[in-house]
């Protein structure tokens, strides 16, 4: 694949000129492809909208554009976009439009059904993205040849039609948008990871694992309930040493890369050992759960039990479905242990829960900040979003005649 010119290419996107692309066969340029498809209307007029997406990239050889069809826009009021969108927020539309576009060619046939690939997209900027290359999206082919594309907070959009390719690249058509990945503490909720993020408040350790490119391994909230005390009793610094030995920082490792009897040195100074048995996956003696959550800043998988930097070589009996504890004095609590510690950012209980004193606290959690801050479903949104990108064109059009060369010829 040859490099492209993005300015020719945003040119002939926006239809401003006709260089000679179309004598190239039966390959036609990106705008006459996205303006012969009558289920792009909605994706076709935010590009023209927005086109400083196209044009202020460097000269990648190809791109994939995943490109939400018109179903997939009507479904924005029920998902975290709506805000976004219905305040037509530049900002955040420029960017969740930079995460469907991947970096290089990528056609369907190049997937080995179930088996993910984390693909490199164009969401670089540090506001949106702490992942070194670009934040990536998963794709997997699942059974039944169905292909979805994983994004933040669990999202996934189903592949509805493939490969249709284009001079610089290829558009693969989804039926949701993409969510870019959140922050972790804004992605812990829609998971029930709460008593782990609570205990990050707890142990001072959230800036720590807000860094660029980590991989976190986050016990379920069953996890710190098994044992209570052993860890609610511990001082500040003491569950802080615990914490960093769920964390490997400076590197994003993807499940494919956890391999039978890696080694991965973690913040704590410890190794955790991954080791594989029959279907199962553990680290250490804890059973690996769920993968693969995309974060700002890396990924986070999720385990069974917590880990303890004190006895790490802790490993698994395969043979039984719930592992022991490696903690001395662990014992049963009914309520989720670091919750109160936990920052309220929307209807907060009148008692104050600044702080981080590391008691067992009571399941009084406070409503989703993530879900709050990102949605609030408007059966207006969409139709105000829409409307509003007629009136885009006049101001595309400004951007391009500023950028100067083959625009001018508007
Ligand atoms: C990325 O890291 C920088 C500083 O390390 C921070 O200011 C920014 O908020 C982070 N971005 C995200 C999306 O977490
Ligand atoms: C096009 O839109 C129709 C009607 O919503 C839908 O049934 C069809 O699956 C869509 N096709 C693609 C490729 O998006
Ligand atoms: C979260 O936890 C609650 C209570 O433990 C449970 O009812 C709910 O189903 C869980 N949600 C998810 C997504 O696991
Ligand atoms: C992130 O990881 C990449 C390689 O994976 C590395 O080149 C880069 O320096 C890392 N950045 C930070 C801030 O750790
Ligand atoms: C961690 O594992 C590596 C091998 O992968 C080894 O060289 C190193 O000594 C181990 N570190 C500790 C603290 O055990
Ligand atoms: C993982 O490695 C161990 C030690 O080499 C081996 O005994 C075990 O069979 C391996 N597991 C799988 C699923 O291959
Ligand atoms: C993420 O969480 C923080 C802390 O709870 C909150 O202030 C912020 O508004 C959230 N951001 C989003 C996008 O949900």
Excluded at 32 to 46: D, E, H, P, R, V
Excluded at 295 to 307: C, D, K, Q, T
Aim: glycine share 8%; hydrophobic share 40%; proline share 5%.
């Amino acid at each position: 694949m040859r490099s492209y010119s993005w300015r020719g290419l945003v040119a002939a996107t926006l239809g401003l000129c006709s260089v000679g692309v179309h004598a190239q066969g039966t390959i036609t340029d990106l705008g006459s492809l996205l303006a012969g498809q009558k289920n792009l209307t909605t994706f076709y007029s935010l590009i023209q909208k927005y086109p400083d997406i196209l044009l202020q990239l460097p000269s990648y050889s190809g791109v994939t554009i995943l490109a939400p069809n018109n179903d997939a826009f009507n479904k924005i009021p029920y998902t975290q976009l709506n805000s976004a969108f219905a305040n037509n927020d530049q900002d955040t539309i420029t960017n969740v439009l930079e995460y469907h576009i991947l970096q290089g060619t990528k056609v369907a046939a190049q997937l080995v059904p179930g088996t993910p690939v984390f693909l490199p997209t164009l969401l670089t900027d540090s506001k949106w993205s702490n992942v070194t290359g670009g934040q990536r999206v998963e794709n997997v082919e699942q059974s039944g040849n169905v292909v979805v594309f994983v994004s933040g907070q669990g999202s996934r959009s189903t592949l509805v039609q493939a490969d249709l390719m284009f001079t610089g690249g290829v558009v693969q058509i989804i039926d949701s948008l993409l969510i870019p990945p959140t922050a972790i503490e804004n992605t812990t909720q829609a998971f029930n990871l709460t008593s782990f993020e609570g205990s990050l408040y707890a142990s001072n350790q959230l800036p720590t694992f807000s860094v660029p490119n980590v991989t976190i391994f986050a016990p379920n909230n069953e996890a710190f309930q098994a044992l209570g005390p052993a860890l609610t009793t511990m001082t500040a610094e003491e569950l802080a040493t615990v914490m960093d030995y769920h964390l490997i920082s400076g590197s994003v490792i993807y499940s494919t890369a956890l391999t039978n009897g890696t080694k991965l040195a973690t913040l704590s100074g410890e190794n955790i050992t991954v080791s594989h048995s029959g279907n199962n996956v553990y680290i250490n003696s804890a059973q690996l759960l769920t993968t693969d959550i995309l974060i700002a800043n890396g990924v986070l998988h999720v385990i069974s039990n917590i880990l303890n930097p004190q006895g790490p070589g802790a490993q698994p009996n395969p043979a039984i479905a719930s592992q022991g504890q490696v903690f001395a004095s662990a014992s049963d609590v009914a309520n989720l242990p670091f919750t109160s510690a936990i920052p309220c950012t929307s209807s907060c209980p009148v008692t104050s829960t600044t702080a981080s004193s590391s008691t067992a606290t009571t399941a009084a959690t406070k409503s989703s900040s993530s879900a709050a801050a990102f949605t609030t479903s408007s059966s207006k949104g969409v139709g105000a979003a829409l409307a509003r990108e007629t009136g885009g064109f006049n101001k595309a059009a400004g951007l391009m005649v500023a950028l100067g060369g083959a625009v001018m010829m508007l």
